[in-house]
Every structure is written in C-alpha cells, then in structure tokens.
C-alpha cells in the first residue's frame, strides 16, 4: 500500500477537514521532521500528565503526539476553563511555535513532538468547513493531519494510532506499529479497565460495563460472526490506507469508532492481537452523550446494580448463530424452506418455534428480502452470495437484530438473572469459573480470561 495511491490521494482533495493552505502551513514546519508513528489524541476536559506517560514510553523511532482540542457543544462552562488551562499550560511547557491560529508545534521529549490543533475557536483557518463538535470530528482532524504527513513521507509507519488521554499505554505500545501486518485495515488492542482504589462504587460499576463488552464480543465470536471485536477508541491502530478508503471517521458526537470500524471491516481484516494491553480509567464522566464515561456515571447513580443493571438474553446470540449457519443456504434454497429449520441449544427450548419465528421476522424488518434479491442476483456461487449478505448485514445491522429481539420477544435480563445462568452453565460461550464469582469485579477478571482465550483474532470480510 503506497502513500501515493488513488484511494490516499482522493482523500486529501475530497474529504479531508483540513484546508489545502492548511496542509501546506504544516507541511512547510515540519519538513526536516522525519516520524515513525503517529499518535492521535482528542483533548477536552484534561490534564497534561498523560504526555508525560507517553514520552517515558520505549520507541523504535520519534513519534509525532497530534492533540486535537475540541469542546462538545454540551459541556458546561467549567470543563471549557478547564480545557482552555490545559491549552495554556503546553504552551507554555513546551514552548510551542505557533504555525497559523489554531496549531502549535512543539518538543516534549527527544524522542516526542507534539502538534497541538485548537478547534474550539470560532471559524479555526485549519478546517475546510464549518466547525463540528464533539470527539468524531476532533478524531477525523488528528487522522486527516497524520494521513497527509504519511502521504508527504514525513510519518514512516502506515498504522496510525487513536487512543485517549485517559488510557494508560505498556512499554511495547510505540513499538507494535513496525510489525508486519498484510490484509489488515485496523487493530484492536487488548484493554482492561483500571480499578479505583478510592472509590470501590466506581470500580464496581466499571466492571458491569467492562463485562457487558466482553459478553457481547465473546457472544458474537461463538455467533462466528465477523463483526466480533470492540469498538472503543482508546484501543485502535487504523492503517492510513484504509482510512482514506472508508472516508476517514464519521463526525459524531460519540460511537464514531463503532462506525469507522464497521466500514474498516468491509475491506480489511480487524485485527485483535494478545499484546500490548491497554489499562483505561474508569472515571465517570460526561465527555461524550454515550461510552464509557456515561455509562459508569448511570451504572453508579443506581441503587442495586444486580438488578437494575440489564444484559442482553443470551438466547439472542443463540438466534444470530442460527442466522449466520442459514446464510449459505438461502443461495440454493427459498427463504420459506430455510425458515423452517430448527434452532438449537436454546435457553428457552419449548418457545422455540416462537422465537425462531420472532427472528425471521426481525431480519424481515430489517430488509432481508431485498438484501436477497439482490445478492441472488450479484452472484454465481454459494461463497459470493454470502459475501454479498455479510456487506449487508454488517455490524450495525448485528446490533440492530439484537435491539429488535430485545423488544419483542427477548427482553434484557438483569445482571442477577445474568450472573445466575452462567454459574448454571446455561449460557454456551461462557464457561463458569471454579472459583468465586460474587462481585462484578471477579466476573469481570473472568470474562476477560475467556476473551484473552480467544485471541489473536481476525475479524472482518476478507
């Protein structure tokens, strides 16, 4: 993949959030910097200790730290003071030179430069449009910069990184991106979330998120689907390639790792290796409408977690496996004659028919029978045809079918109920553990041993 194909090139003209006199402003600051790797950080409500973490990081070569400043348009006016101190305070600790209004350069360590981009200023001259809020836009414009620093030949490695400023990165994470990757379009790195000494409610509430994830991707993984990795954006590594391909990070509010992973997915392999591992806080937060920080923050404010906290009914990735064992079927067969097959290993077996009647109809209503007209009438083998209905029922679609079950025959059970069917060996994914399962935070560790089981994997189409 050359940082001077079709696909590279047609971004930076097209999609990118910066200005052509904005690219050259950078281009002509940095052209002695030679980079191996890029690191990509959205900034808002922080404080600056996480560069001094990663400048003690070991690295095979210099790394360019791209912070983007952003201010959501729902924050309150403290968290924009807040912001604006940090701002002020890596100016001054760096001694930045000042490249247009709005980006700054400067020197943390030897082996770290960091370019800092503001766009909470009114009309930023960096940006080919109006500004967005939120962390997908402020993503979208630290990868647009690293794309084009890579396309001029400035960033050595392809393999861009996107964390957070909350995560908390070990020794090999500026090293990994020199590995040799293939069909590859984004990695997804192993993660746990930070348990907080000083207040065991946080810690606990953390864990019901943290093991909610990892239900979800092991589920899927026995599902054998090929959406089955996490989307948080602390843990990826997109390849430059790919991002240009995909049109780089949709402008969301929050979710925009989700959605960018779902394209990446279409045209690459996810990549979810065993090292390095990643510790992120478990702070609540309201930094984005929905994520981690929001959902630590309402997990918290509830006055019994075994009970008001709901999970998925493990019978509907029973149901997705069903589906996605009936895609290569419906090529040579009517989708009447396939609907009649029965599912198995059902928690509620005796609601079979019910259920299984459920599903069709959910996939009904989310347009199954068009996406069958068309991959019918796009392919000339069985391998084609399920390729086609893989594209159409992606990640999101995935997602959607579970919503869809949850509202009309499989509503969520509470994490009581939950905890109760898998010490009872009734959900097939998850093996229970021997030893004592009585907090969310032991749950927690366990399910992240049997997610650690399952790696390295490969997600994706190809």
Not at 43 to 50: R, S, W
Not at 294 to 304: E, F, G, L
């Amino acid at each position: 993949m050359s940082p001077n194909s079709k696909a590279v090139t047609k971004y930076i003209k097209g999609y990118s959030s910066l200005s052509l006199a904005a690219y050259q402003q950078l281009g002509d600051t940095l052209s002695a910097q030679r980079y191996q790797q890029a690191v990509v950080i959205p900034v808002f409500n922080e404080t600056p200790e996480f560069i001094d973490r990663l400048q003690k990081l070991p690295a095979t070569g210099k790394t360019l730290l791209i912070l983007v400043v952003n201010c959501p348009a729902y924050s309150d006016p403290a968290a924009r003071t807040h912001t604006q101190f940090f701002i002020n305070h890596l100016h001054q600790q760096l001694t930045t030179q000042r490249i247009f209004k709005g980006a700054a350069f400067g020197q943390a360590h030897s082996m770290l430069d960091v370019l800092l981009l503001d766009i909470t200023i009114p009309t930023p001259p960096l940006l080919n449009s109006a500004i967005k809020s939120g962390v997908g836009f402020a993503r979208k414009v630290g990868m647009d910069v690293s794309l084009h620093l890579w396309h001029q030949g400035m960033i050595t490695s392809p393999w861009i990184y996107n964390t957070d400023a909350d995560a908390f990165w070990t020794s090999q994470y500026l090293t990994f991106s020199k590995q040799t990757f293939t069909s590859e379009g984004a990695i997804v790195l192993p993660f746990s979330h930070q348990q907080t000494e000083h207040s065991p409610l946080l810690s606990e509430a953390a864990a019901c998120y943290d093991a909610s994830l990892r239900y979800y991707v092991l589920g899927l993984r026995w599902a054998k689907s090929p959406w089955a990795y996490h989307t948080i954006g602390s843990t990826l590594l997109i390849h430059a390639e790919s991002y240009a391909q995909t049109r780089g990070f949709p402008v969301r509010e929050a979710g925009e790792d989700f959605y960018l992973l779902n394209k990446v997915a279409k045209t690459g392999r996810i990549y979810c290796p065993q090292e390095p591992h990643l510790q992120l806080s478990d702070r609540a937060s309201n930094r984005v409408p929905f994520g981690t920080g929001p959902a630590v923050r309402n997990i918290a404010n509830q006055t019994n977690n075994e009970q008001q906290f709901l999970l998925y009914h493990p019978d509907c990735f029973t149901l997705l496996k069903h589906w996605h064992c009936m895609i290569p079927a419906l090529f040579n067969n009517e989708l009447s004659a396939v609907r009649s097959n029965p599912v198995k290993t059902l928690i509620n077996n005796p609601q079979e028919i019910i259920f299984r009647d459920y599903l069709w109809q959910g996939l009904s209503a989310l347009g199954l029978n068009k996406a069958l007209l068309h991959a019918k009438k796009q392919s000339k083998s069985t391998a084609q045809f399920s390729q086609h209905l893989w594209q159409w029922f992606d990640g999101f679609r995935t997602l959607k079918l579970i919503h869809w079950l949850r509202e009309h025959c499989l509503a969520s059970i509470s994490y009581q109920q939950w905890k109760s069917c898998f010490q009872q060996q009734q959900i097939p994914f998850l093996n229970a553990a021997s030893s004592d399962l009585s907090s969310p935070v032991d749950v927690c560790r366990h399910l992240q041993q049997l997610e650690n089981s399952t790696l390295p994997f490969k997600g994706g189409l190809l």
